[in-house]
């Protein structure tokens, strides 16, 4: 195929006369294609704000509920709150992706997704970043939330860091899985199951990092933690461009 | 059984099977529809109409047989052949919470569209499905008349030379299937290839140039609509299908 211009079939023997196809720059139509699926999915729930929605209620609600169980003195606050910040972040982000691949499939759309002319993997990172920014909006207000309720400041550069790779991490899996569980009858619950173990190397490296940034320690402390989110997030991004194919195909 | 003869074809199947676990859904389907042909393709429910369409649209693969559409060959050129299919199916594959133009812009940008291309392009599709003045609003306020014709303005916004229609009538009352029988006939004018899989027996025949019957997984009657008698054709059907409705 060439990079730009006109295409034809590649097999010999083709009798039929052929409509010429104009293709664009493989590498640029691929990324039109990412931002397009991601753009569609934050239009449609700017709109809807069924998914948002869900995933703020659901933050507020175990928010209150750590804060009003746990009476804790301020070192205990520090050791705990990021504890918090990441069983919020991973379930409030499964109500998330649960809905992602599965409210596709249920309207009939997925199909629509498929039936165009792009990379399997370019539908895989268009949903992964739509996942990624939901779930990053939820950790912004939760940080907040948490700032005001146990007094911490959470809003902190290495902490925003740390979040950003944990959640690339957590959605880049995550996606993977509920599209493989979307297709199950019980998918609602196969996803965590599907998930929590895979994701507990990410969970740990973020509660431990976080904790050693919270605590100002020194970088020996946080830093092995950073790099091993960032190793996680590109191993299961290769992983998850290696195998998307196969998941959606029948 | 009537043989058509077709000379080499813009879809050329042959020998197709399909199976599900250990059910076979296709048998060994040879199927040639030529550059500009409209084919109906009449079936019992299970007799393999909508998984030959899924195959013919990439969304599934073969398990043995080979598929060509343009000279490409599924699954291996699965890209090129989806630039050139257009789908309506009885689902719309559209999104209600957006309007009929984001829908659009969406797929003029899956699609890759050019953007200098698009506004136009979106406009001039709207306007033939006649929904224009609503395009701006939000599809789920939408009729489901209004939606299949929305469907079909996705299905040919990249001019597609195949247009694959899996009961494209489904749910629509007779007001909105006679629209759709305008549309339909209006996109499939200027050398478009078509396939359409319905269970109205008089509507199929009328809209085609060809009329196939689909039972137990293989082409069991093929023929020119202009050689069957419409009177005859509710007879016809039972009469082939007979054997796949008793099993």
């Given at each position: 195929m060439s990079a730009q211009g006109e295409t034809t079939p590649t097999t010999a023997e083709a009798a039929v006369p052929v409509r010429r196809v104009k293709v664009r720059r493989p590498v640029t139509a691929y990324w039109h294609a990412v931002a397009a699926i991601a753009w569609k999915d934050v239009r449609a729930e700017i709109r809807s704000r069924e998914l948002i929605n869900s995933m703020l209620l659901f933050t507020l609600m175990t928010v209150m509920i750590f804060s009003l169980a746990l009476e804790l003195d301020s070192n205990a606050r520090q050791t705990t709150v990021t504890g918090v910040l990441w069983v919020t972040i991973v379930f409030a982000g499964l109500l998330g992706l649960s809905r992602s691949l599965a409210s596709e499939k249920?309207?009939?759309?997925?199909?629509?997704?498929?039936?165009?002319?792009?990379?399997?993997s370019a539908l895989f990172f268009g949903k992964m970043i739509g996942n990624l920014l939901f779930v990053l909006v939820i950790a912004l207000v939760l940080m907040v939330l948490l700032t005001v309720l146990f007094n911490i400041t959470l809003l902190r550069p290495l902490l925003l860091l740390l979040v950003v790779l944990g959640s690339i991490g957590f959605t880049t899996i995550g996606t993977l899985l509920s599209s493989m569980s979307v297709h199950a009858r019980s998918r609602e619950t196969l996803l965590p199951i599907l998930l929590m173990p895979v994701v507990l190397p990410i969970v740990i490296s973020a509660v431990r990092g976080s904790t050693a940034v919270l605590n100002e320690m020194p970088s020996q402390d946080w830093l092995p933690w950073v790099q091993l989110l960032f190793m996680a997030d590109v191993i299961y991004i290769a992983a998850s461009y290696a195998l998307f194919d196969y998941v959606v195909e029948e | 059984m009537v043989e058509h003869e077709a000379a080499p074809g813009m879809i050329e199947v042959h020998n197709l099977t399909k199976v599900f676990g250990v059910n076979p859904v296709l048998r060994g389907l040879d199927l040639t529809v030529a550059r500009g042909e409209?084919?109906?393709?009449?079936?019992?429910?299970?007799?393999?109409k909508s998984t030959l369409l899924r195959i013919l649209g990439a969304l599934s693969r073969p398990t043995a047989g080979s598929v060509r559409i343009g000279g490409w060959e599924l699954p291996r050129e699965a890209d090129f052949v989806r630039r050139q299919l257009g789908v309506v199916s009885h689902q719309p594959l559209l999104y209600d919470n957006l309007t009929a133009e984001e829908n659009l812009i969406f797929f003029a940008r899956l699609y890759d569209l050019p953007a200098e291309q698009r506004a136009g392009r979106i406009r001039a599709v709207l306007q033939r499905v006649g929904l224009w003045r609503r395009a701006r609003d939000v599809v789920r306020t939408y009729s489901r008349g209004m939606v299949q014709r929305l469907a079909?303005?996705?299905?040919?916004?990249?001019?597609?030379?195949?247009?694959?229609?899996?009961?494209?009538?489904?749910?629509?009352d007779q007001d909105a299937a006679a629209l759709l029988d305008d549309?339909?006939?209006?996109?499939?004018?200027g050398g478009r290839t078509v396939i359409m899989t319905t269970h109205d027996l008089r509507r199929g025949h009328l809209l085609a140039d060809r009329v196939a019957i689909l039972s137990r997984g293989q082409i069991a009657f093929d023929a020119p609509s202009s050689a069957i008698d419409p009177d005859a054709l509710p007879s016809l059907y039972a009469d082939v299908t007979g054997a796949a409705t008793i099993s």
């Open positions: 249920d309207k009939g759309s997925l199909d629509g997704l498929l039936l165009a002319p792009i990379a399997r | 409209f084919l109906t393709l009449l079936g019992p429910n299970g007799s393999g079909i303005a996705r299905a040919v916004l990249h001019d597609p030379a195949v247009l694959l229609l899996d009961e494209p009538y489904t749910g629509l549309l339909l006939r209006e996109v499939a004018i």
